[in-house]
């Protein structure tokens, strides 16, 4: 396409992008609703930024602008390497923007069949978890931390069971030995947190994954590594450790974030409690709003644009990095209107297109089985501190809280574990997901019951007391 004369002539990568925002340092984190709906008001669905000082890029905040932009691989790519930052060397090699938009041979680095062939492995594997056992064993770890907690009625719900639940549960989904979750916790933990030894706590996870697929590849096991290695697609052992990586970190996260975002509002937003305690919206239409009100990851790299083109009313430039804003897009008034929000998953928090994340349906159930066992077991959970004093994680891609420290005084004992039963499940068919209404075949994921169960009980609680120091 031909670009303006009077932008292309100044061969400046800013030209035409007066008042661009910085989407980095505190400010990210303080009121970011006004701050996308200041930003639409000047320059419209899609933003001028910067990622980093002296790194440009765009923002996609309109609702539209997010479908075409994510429906259409020819012109907005997946594939990183188009990146004319990094060709033209003003990517420092310890900018943080390297481990969020640095290439790897998965889903979420690649276009077309590629793309096609492992999202299909990955999808399928997901597919294949079984949704009681998921509940049973999301509802024993929520469990075995509630009970950690110990008798004086206090609790930050941050560092004390939504940054710790969904490993415990990854744990369980790779079958890993016993004595091997502290060590996956210490690291995935080393890798989230951005310290100065969060290169050495990747590399050693990445070991860590590689012996375990190993194993898996000589002794395959009803569990979702010897699932992904045993796809008709053939997965490389490489492509299954660099997988792996993608669901313990980026599938981590959000559904840690989700349960945070959706308990703070339980505790700080009267409507929203009433209606679900009171039985006017279910847990699941409570989560939807919160995927629309405060989505776990708020922005997200990213689309490169393989060749010049007008998004949004904006001059893209071939090789420019365009970042989904998936609040910003959630909040546009064309997305909803006065609507609202609550059962309604037509929010973008997901991202959309052929992209969207595959785990999408096994994130939901660890939340919604989280956030039901949390109001069954502390029926008068409360807040501890006033809600103006909440922070934020200072983060352009997450929505997450600090810290939720909570008050409760009565405590209802878990449900006892059901009688031993026959396992069955639906299995799906490549490609698909499962439904209630699939024939039922037998599982590859037994369903727990009797003494499966109390043995599962128990081995959380041994993780968690390694967790608790004790």
């Given at each position: 396409?031909?670009?303006?004369e009077?932008?292309?002539a100044?061969?400046c990568?800013?030209?035409?992008?007066?008042?661009?925002a910085?989407?980095?340092?505190?400010?990210?984190?303080?009121?970011?609703?006004?701050?996308?709906?200041?930003?639409?008001?000047?320059?419209g669905p899609?933003?001028?930024?910067e990622?980093?000082?002296g790194?440009?890029?765009?923002?996609?905040?309109?609702?539209?602008?997010?479908?075409?932009?994510?429906r259409?691989?020819?012109?907005?790519?997946?594939?990183?390497?188009?990146?004319?930052?990094?060709?033209?060397?003003?990517?420092?090699a310890d900018?943080?923007?390297?481990?969020?938009?640095?290439?790897?041979?998965?889903?979420?680095?690649?276009?077309?069949?590629?793309?096609?062939?492992?999202?299909?492995a990955?999808?399928?594997?997901?597919?294949?978890?079984?949704?009681?056992?998921?509940?049973?064993?999301?509802?024993?770890?929520?469990?075995?931390?509630?009970?950690?907690?110990?008798?004086?009625?206090?609790?930050?719900?941050?560092?004390?069971?939504t940054?710790r639940?969904?490993?415990l549960?990854?744990?369980?989904?790779?079958?890993?030995?016993?004595?091997?979750?502290?060590?996956?916790?210490?690291?995935?933990?080393g890798?989230v947190?951005s310290?100065?030894?969060?290169?050495?706590?990747?590399?050693?996870?990445?070991?860590?994954?590689?012996?375990?697929?190993?194993?898996?590849r000589?002794?395959?096991?009803?569990?979702?590594?010897?699932?992904?290695?045993?796809?008709?697609?053939?997965?490389t052992?490489?492509?299954?450790?660099?997988?792996?990586?993608?669901?313990?970190?980026?599938?981590?996260?959000?559904?840690?974030?989700w349960?945070?975002?959706?308990?703070?509002?339980?505790?700080?937003?009267?409507?929203f409690?009433?209606?679900?305690?009171?039985?006017?919206s279910?847990?699941?239409d409570?989560?939807?709003?919160?995927?629309?009100?405060?989505?776990?990851?708020q922005?997200?790299?990213?689309?490169?644009?393989?060749?010049?083109t007008v998004l949004g009313?904006?001059?893209?430039?071939a090789g420019?990095?365009?970042?989904l804003?998936?609040?910003?897009?959630n909040?546009?008034p064309?997305?909803?209107?006065?609507?609202?929000?609550?059962?309604?998953?037509?929010?973008?928090?997901?991202?959309?297109?052929?992209?969207?994340?595959?785990?999408?349906d096994?994130?939901?159930?660890?939340?919604?089985?989280?956030?039901?066992?949390?109001?069954?077991?502390?029926?008068?959970?409360?807040?501890?501190?006033?809600?103006?004093?909440?922070?934020?994680?200072?983060?352009?891609?997450?929505?997450?809280?600090?810290?939720?420290?909570?008050l409760?005084?009565?405590?209802?004992?878990?449900?006892?574990?059901?009688?031993?039963?026959?396992?069955?499940?639906?299995q799906?068919?490549?490609?698909?997901?499962?439904?209630?209404?699939?024939?039922?075949?037998?599982?590859?994921?037994?369903?727990?019951?009797?003494?499966?169960?109390?043995?599962?009980?128990?081995?959380?609680?041994?993780?968690?007391?390694?967790?608790?120091?004790?």
């Amino acid at each position: 396409m031909t670009v303006p004369e009077h932008l292309a002539a100044s061969g400046c990568p800013y030209a035409g992008r007066p008042g661009a925002a910085p989407l980095y340092g505190p400010a990210v984190s303080d009121d970011p609703h006004g701050r996308y709906a200041r930003m639409r008001a000047e320059h419209g669905p899609v933003a001028p930024i910067e990622l980093e000082p002296g790194v440009e890029g765009w923002l996609v905040i309109g609702y539209q602008e997010m479908l075409d932009l994510t429906r259409n691989e020819q012109l907005f790519s997946k594939d990183s390497r188009h990146w004319r930052v990094p060709r033209e060397g003003r990517l420092r090699a310890d900018s943080p923007l390297v481990p969020m938009t640095v290439w790897r041979p998965t889903l979420q680095s690649v276009d077309g069949a590629e793309h096609h062939r492992l999202s299909t492995a990955v999808g399928d594997a997901l597919g294949r978890i079984d949704h009681r056992w998921l509940r049973e064993t999301t509802e024993a770890a929520a469990m075995a931390l509630i009970e950690s907690w110990g008798p004086d009625g206090t609790a930050d719900l941050v560092v004390q069971f939504t940054r710790r639940l969904p490993l415990l549960v990854f744990t369980q989904l790779l079958d890993l030995p016993e004595e091997e979750g502290p060590r996956l916790f210490a690291l995935i933990t080393g890798v989230v947190d951005s310290t100065a030894d969060s290169q050495r706590a990747a590399a050693d996870l990445a070991a860590l994954l590689a012996a375990l697929v190993r194993q898996r590849r000589e002794r395959p096991g009803d569990d979702l590594v010897s699932w992904l290695l045993g796809h008709p697609v053939g997965l490389t052992d490489e492509e299954v450790v660099h997988h792996l990586v993608v669901i313990l970190i980026a599938g981590n996260e959000p559904t840690i974030n989700w349960i945070g975002n959706t308990v703070r509002l339980l505790l700080t937003d009267r409507r929203f409690r009433s209606s679900l305690t009171g039985g006017r919206s279910t847990v699941a239409d409570a989560l939807d709003e919160v995927l629309w009100r405060d989505p776990p990851v708020q922005n997200f790299p990213g689309r490169w644009a393989t060749s010049d083109t007008v998004l949004g009313g904006q001059y893209i430039s071939a090789g420019d990095i365009l970042v989904l804003g998936l609040a910003g897009a959630n909040d546009d008034p064309a997305a909803h209107g006065t609507d609202s929000l609550s059962g309604n998953r037509a929010h973008l928090a997901w991202g959309a297109g052929r992209h969207v994340c595959p785990a999408k349906d096994p994130a939901r159930l660890i939340v919604e089985t989280a956030i039901e066992t949390l109001l069954h077991c502390l029926p008068d959970l409360q807040l501890a501190v006033p809600a103006h004093e909440l922070t934020w994680r200072p983060s352009p891609w997450s929505r997450a809280l600090v810290s939720l420290p909570v008050l409760y005084s009565s405590f209802t004992p878990p449900r006892p574990a059901p009688p031993e039963r026959t396992a069955w499940t639906p299995q799906p068919q490549p490609g698909s997901a499962p439904t209630d209404s699939t024939p039922p075949d037998p599982t590859s994921t037994p369903r727990t019951g009797g003494s499966a169960l109390s043995d599962l009980r128990r081995r959380l609680s041994s993780l968690v007391g390694w967790w608790s120091g004790r």
